[in-house]
Structure formats: C-alpha cells, structure tokens
C-alpha cells in the first residue's frame, strides 16, 4: 500500500514518517528541502502549485495530508496559500489520481471555541470544582463549526471539501481533528494540555487505523485517552477501532 | 442606518437596492462598471483587493455581502478568488472599520447533499407518493456540512468565518441559505423549484429583518413558504420576524 505523506519533513510527518514506515510503502511531500526530512522517497513541491504538487499523487493509494501554516495565529495570507489552497488541491491530485482515501489533518480549532463555554472553559485552566472527569458532553463529530481563528477556519474547509469529495467522487475521507501533538511527547505544557494530548503513538495508530480500516467520510478526534479530555473518542473507537494508550493525567505534576 | 450592499450591480443586488432605498442609507460595491448599476453610489474595486474595496467600509453600520461567482459550477480558481478570498476581506473590512452587522448571501449549496437523501430526493423531481407537505423533517440551521460544489464549500467557508467573527469580535451576523431566486421572479423553472424558490419581496423582508432585528450569530434558509419546501422557516420566523408571503404551490401548472 502506497502512502503519501504531505508536510512529511514536519514535526507529525517526520514522526509518522518513522512510525509507519514498516507497514506502509511511504512517500513524502514538502513544500522544500529540510535537513529533518525522513529518508524516504520525497517530491519537493509548494502545495499550493497544483501541477507540481499532483505529480506526488501518481500510483499512491491513501494521502495522509498534514502540510499546513500550524500556528493557530497563521496571518490570513498564509492561510490561504498554504492551508485552503493547498488542501484544495490535494483532495484534487486525489481524485484526478484516482487515490482512494484521504486522511487530513484537521484541528480542533475547528471547533475551538467550544472552549468558551463551560464546563470546558474551566477544564482548560484546571477549575474542576464539581465535575466529574468525563461527567459531562463531550464535543464530538456532529458539533457545531465553530472555529477560534483563521487557521480554524481553513481546518473547517477542509472538513467541508473533504465531505463534497466523498459524496460526489467516493473518496474516503477521515478528518482527525487533532489535540495537542509537541517535539517532547508530553503533556506538562499546561493544564489545559493534560486534557488535550495527543501522544505519538496515539496519533500513529489512530492514523494506522484510518488507513487500513473500512471508511466511508468521518471527523474523529485525535486526542489522548486523558482524565480530563472534553473531546469524543468514543466515535472513533467505534468506527475505526481507534484504542488510545495514553493518558496526560499520568504526567501531572 | 448606512448599508453597504456588495455586488450591488447583480441579480439580488439590484433588486435589493431598489427594495430597500427608501428604509437605508443604501451604498454599493461592485468590481466593474455596469449599465444595470442601481443609482446609489458605488465604489468600483475587486473583492479580493483588500486595500480597493475596504475603502467602501467607511462608516457603514451594515454590510449586505451577496458579491461572488453565483453559478454553482464556477471552477475553483474563480471560487478561491471571488467567494473565498473576498468574503474573508468583507468580515475583515467590517472589523477595521467597525461595521457592527454584516448580512452574508450563503446558500443552500452548502447543504445541497441532503438532496440525495430520501424525502428531499423525491421532492426535487417531483415525486410525492406518500409524502404529506411538510410532513418530514425539515433540513434547518443545526444539519451538518454537505456542499455538494467547491461553491457550496466557499459558502460553508463563509458561515465559518461569520462564527469566528462573531465570537472572537462581536460582529453581528447572519447568514442567509438562499433558495432559488431569479429574473422573472418565478418558480416555475421546474418541480424544484416549486420547493426553493424564493421570491424578490420574501427576500427583501426577509434581508430587512435581518437589519433591524436583534441579532447575534444565525443561519437562516432563504425561501418562501412553499408546500414542498424543505428548508425550516422556522427558526427565521422565531428568531427575527420572518414572515414569507409566497408559495411556489400557487405557480404549479
């Protein structure tokens, strides 16, 4: 099985690169040269040219789309570019390819201003006075779009190109809208990241599952099995057999 | 009360101005000069040239934004640029210049999908064997994302932006899913339409309403009171007044 790997140099594609390699013939994607590059075969290409970029998808059978601006501040511009051009033309190069699934990085801050609103609000500064861990809805698949920024905005898209291209052309589709994912695996960053960790070997067999699991379109979230998490996984766990193994609550201090 | 009404010069633009001269303050923005220009004054800039066409913002209290590519086969290029690019300047604009409401002309596009799905299937060609009007659910504000074009996505885009843009700057905004509209103000252009149709004055009360009625973050369905319509009114009516007066039953030949 051929995968290609978008944003492959990155700090999640270098990890998948090296976690999935075993099982799946893997190929790269990135906007330019990197001395962390994983070495695997790799088309250097902007995503936002689409001739360029769509040579990568020839033969390929799944993408796992993870080239994107990440900071939550990315100024409009980027966005643009990088993450809703870009994102257009990977599920384009798909079908033109003839790709069969899709796995694209989405974020939670998609959906990040659930944070606002209580019980989450106070989950995400450590105020638990009077809940329960898990004693409350969680935000799952068929909330609301409500997202926190621009980059926000570009993951919503991307959620909403992927459905039109399933329900128009059959591509198979998983958006993973994506916690906390950093270069030390830990979740000590804040309180709010005990809940909303996503550790590597989470993401890796979350996204080993999308691969090679039955998939029509599906939002699943991407976090951690964490004490405090406000996000389902139970939809995932469901569908795709997603089985977290970890939990930022064992790293508290 | 100062409207700046975009893409002034079209279809519901102009019709709109007319309808809504002598209640507003009404200004147009357009990207061209045109012979069927309404007699307001206009600013001539391209949505996407944010530098042009904020300009216009100046001292408005609220933008009417229906400028885009309306056909819902308008390639990507033209989506990106046009829909995309210019409807985010058009939120942007509003929260420089402190334009406090912004009016934004989605579309039923965004959820075309759930026309593939039984009742709404049968209803659009017509077949009703069975069907009481009315007697099924209604596809409203809360359905999930199916655009069923990159245009119907740039829709869904634009709903995302006016969330964000209301929770993070306290922009007031509606978003309207405009049914079928059109020149001869008729919903006889075949059996669907008899269900989506939306007429100039439904439409102008409706755009009315959405001006000077309490408003925080909504999405309403632009359409008439149509016998197999399939888009709630109801949450129009509750929330702001909406009170349609056609039905596209009283066309059927």
């Not at 099982?23 to 001739?51: K, W």
């Not at 939670?108 to 209580?118: K, L, P, R």
Request: proline share 4%.
């Amino acid at each position: 099985m051929k995968v290609l790997i978008t944003g492959s140099s990155g700090l999640i594609g270098s990890m998948l690169v090296n976690a999935l390699t075993d099982q799946f013939d893997i190929f790269g994607l990135d906007a330019r040269e990197s001395d962390n590059a994983p070495d695997v075969p790799t088309t250097i290409a902007d995503g936002s040219d689409y001739e360029a970029m769509s040579k990568a998808f020839d033969g390929v059978d799944a993408v796992v789309h993870l080239a994107a601006n990440a900071p939550v501040e990315t100024p409009w511009p980027d966005v643009l570019k990088n993450n809703i051009s870009a994102t257009h033309n990977v599920y384009e190069a798909a079908r033109q390819h003839r790709v069969k699934r899709v796995i694209f990085a989405s974020s939670n801050h998609a959906v990040g201003n659930f944070e606002m609103d209580e019980p989450y609000s106070r989950i995400r500064v450590g105020d638990y006075e009077g809940l329960d861990p898990g004693g409350y809805a969680m935000v799952d698949h068929t909330a609301a779009i409500r997202p926190d920024s621009d980059y926000g905005v570009s993951k919503a898209f991307g959620e909403a190109t992927g459905r039109y291209y399933h329900e128009h052309f059959g591509l198979e589709v998983a958006c993973l809208r994506i916690g906390t994912v950093n270069a030390q695996n830990s979740p000590k960053g804040s309180v709010r990241t005990l809940a909303t960790w996503l550790s590597h070997r989470d993401l890796a067999q979350l996204v080993t599952q999308c691969l090679t699991q039955p998939l029509g379109f599906e939002i699943f979230y991407g976090v951690s099995d964490n004490t405090w998490r406000f996000w389902d996984t139970d939809h995932a766990k469901n569908t795709i057999g997603y089985a977290p193994q970890d939990n930022g609550e064992d790293y508290r201090e």
